[in-house]
Every structure is written in C-alpha cells, then in structure tokens.
C-alpha cells in the first residue's frame, strides 16, 4: 500500500485516508508519497474514456487504501449533474492552441474539480476506534477555495467548515458568493489581512496542539484543511490533465505517446503541481509553464533560484493569484532534489526566519528543464480578454488571461501542442471583464453579467446571476490574532 510522510522528514508512514483526514504533517511539511510514479498510465488506452473512467484509473493509482467501490462512490457523486458540462472539463480550440475549461462545476471556478470530491473522500476517512469523530474544516480563501469548499463541505454529516478571506481583497462576486451560503455547518470570517497572512495563520493553527487538544475535548472533532496543502485535493486535479490528453487523441490532434504543453495561472502551484504529478504518473508532458499576475514571486525564483518573499503585495484584478507565499512549490521541490528532506527542512526554515531562500544552481538547472516561466501586469491582463475575445470570440477572465499572456510571450513549437488552463469563469469577474472589452461596466456586479451575456451571446450560471438576491448570512471580521479564537467558537457548535 503507498503511504505518505512529510515533505521535511520520513518518520510519518500515513495511508492515504489518514493523510487526507490530517491535511498537514505536525512539522509543518507537505504529505507526499514516494511511490509517485511507480504506478504508470497507460495514455494509449485514454482515448474514448470518460472523464469519470479517468478519474477512477489515476485516484487509483494514488490512493490505494481505498477500495475500488469507494472510489467509484465518491467519483459519480463528485462529477454529476452539478457540473454544466457532461466532459466535466472540455477542451476547446483556442486559435493555434487549446483550452481547457476547468470552471464548469457549481462555484465557477477549477476548485471544484477537487472540492467536489474531498468531502467524499473525507467521508470514509473516519478513524476505526472512534466512527463519531468530526472533522472541522480550516480554510483561508484567496477568493475561490473558500466557496467551492463551502459548496462542497455544507450539510455534510460529521464536518463543519470554516473559510477565511482577505477582507476587501476578493471580488464582490466573490465576497457574496461565501457569505450567502447555506448551511447548518458552515462559518465564513473576513480577516484583516491579505491572503499570506491567513494561510499562515491557519497553517499556525494547524500546529497549535493545545487548541487541538480543547477541540478534541469540547467538540470530539478534529482540524483539517481544504487548501492544496491537502493530498486530497491535489490529486484529483492530475486527472484532468489526462482528460485533456485524452481529448486531444479523440480530436486526432496527437497520437498516443506525443507531448503536450501545459500553461497554468499559478498562485499557490496547486493546479500546476497536479501536471508534474500527472508527468510522473505518465503523460507525457514537454514543459509546464507557470503563468503569474504582478505578484510574480515564483517568476523570480524560476529565473534566479532565490525565493524571496520580502516584496510588496499587490491586490490585482486577478486576486486568487495574489500570494507571496506559494506552499506547493515545496512538493515540487521535494521530488526534484531526488527527495531530500533535510534540504526541504532547511530551506523552509530559511522562508520561516528569514523569507526567502536559495536553492542549489543545479536543482534550478534541472527544474528550469521542464518549468517555463511568465507573469503579466494588469494593463496587459486587460490586453489580452481583449485580444481573445478578438481573436477568437471566446471570453476569459483575468486569470486565464495571464496564463494566456504568458503562453503568446511563449516560442511555439508547430509540433507540440499547447493547452491553457482556464480556472475560473469570466462571470466571476464581470466589471473587469466588461471594462477590458470596453462593454458597460457602470452598474452593479449583476448588471456587468447582464451586459457581458448580451454581447458575448453567453449565459451567465445561474448560482453566480442569482447571488444579487440571496441573503447575506456571514459579516464577521476579525484581526490575525482573533483566528484561533473562531475557529474553536465554530468547532463547540458542530
Ligand atoms: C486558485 C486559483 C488559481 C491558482 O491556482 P493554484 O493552485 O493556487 O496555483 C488560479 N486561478 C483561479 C481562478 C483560482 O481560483
């Protein structure tokens, strides 16, 4: 059976059911498993395969304490009517390239391809001595997590779930969409501080064994995480990187056993750490290319090997991006330095102490073989939802519209083809998108979707046009240090 242990040390041996229920190893370190890899996909038998055949093939590869009716279990009920698109995650000519829309789940953006399943997952994670322990789930939000956690998470017997989001540092649709959501179980907090500062705390929180301890005590529950900290959430977002593969053998567009490229908007390197994943599981992938906003932290360490935090921040017109502090880089680090957890261990101390640290020139050399590298600023975000919409009469958003930036900036190889990531739908950002395409963007966030579904000849989803009505439930706003505090608050209440 594969099990997991930190990213800073191999004591642990955790199957994967106990990782996803812990979320987070006690030194701070990352859950990986050292099998990755051992197990390979065949992408000859893809093609034709849906997207929920996929799922089952590659969660199966990684999660092997799982048995094959649990996970098909969790698979249909994850990937079901809710989504709006029966392939789950389309792929679509964009031009010259490809489009992978990943925002056809109930909250409108990627993360639901994973927080979909996680509270699934969850569900048979439940210790054998105690089978009424409950699980509080702790998560801090740039802007989309947190809804698609609470989509997931709400009435789910035996969780309750509470999200974190920078206070006035998400978009309004955003902001509504936590805050109207319905739910016995469910507890949404602004913080004030930006998205650094609440992961931080939450991942302090995690580490805080007498808060811990009363909870456990009070509560009979205990804390894990929602974030892409969780092994349970990365997963299932390497499958889509097959289905895209799959999709392009269907399309005739490669034969099996060709490489693709892969060009990711990237903030917390989640989404593109599932690609390296999917690499090692077998696809053949020719590079993976992080696409940056102005917070463009991870540019700077692929280019010189320093990772350094020390910077200002910038809230950006594409705020799930904005963060300094990009945890899964540490995964990735991991694998690529041959599995050196002193390293890992000495390097995170080094952001812990000092905010930055600086890898090895040849660790760099050989993560810059398969990482290429971009960032864009706003104007030129605004640029290119523009320039697509032009070009090709598809509407992106502005996180897309960095990854698309980065991969025009990108050589193209004729023979490879280049699929970019979308996350989230350009109805999550409707005046950003209005004003980058020069449409009416002077009424209310509602009437910025009206006017967008005019003139692009879409239809905004409805959980997102029917939010100007909903009732707001959730006005709490608290400093850093007031986190702990909620969280045990929300835990005596489940
Ligand atoms: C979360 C998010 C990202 C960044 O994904 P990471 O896994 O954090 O790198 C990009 N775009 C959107 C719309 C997101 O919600």
Redesign the pocket.
Known sequence: MITFHSTRSTTDSLTSKQAIRKGIADDGGLFVTDALGDTQIDVASLAGKSYQQIAQEVLGALLTDFTDDELAQCVRDAYGEQWSDPAITPLKPLGDDYILELFNGPTS???DVALQILPRFMAHTAPTGDPNEKIMILTAT????GKAALAGFADVPGTGITVFYPEGKVSQVQQLQMTTQAGSNVNVCAVRGNFDDAQSAVKRIFGDHELAKRIDDQANAVLSSAN?INVGRLVPQVVYYFSAYAQLLERQVINAGDEVEFCV????????LAGYYAKMLGLPVKHLVVASDKNNVLFDFLTSGTYNRKRPFFQTISP??DILISSNLERMLYYMSDKDTRLIQMLMNDLNQWGAYEVPAELLTKIRQLFGCGWADEDQVRAMIADCWQKNHYVI?P?TACGYYVMQQMPRDPLTPRVLLS??SPYKFPRVVNEALGWDASGSDFDCMDVLAEHSGTTAPKALRGLEHADVRFTDVVDIDGMPAYVEQAADRL
């Open positions: 953006a990627f993360k740039s802007g989309d997590t892409s908007p990237t903030g917390n390197f989640g989404d593109i799930s991006m958003d996180h996350t989230a």
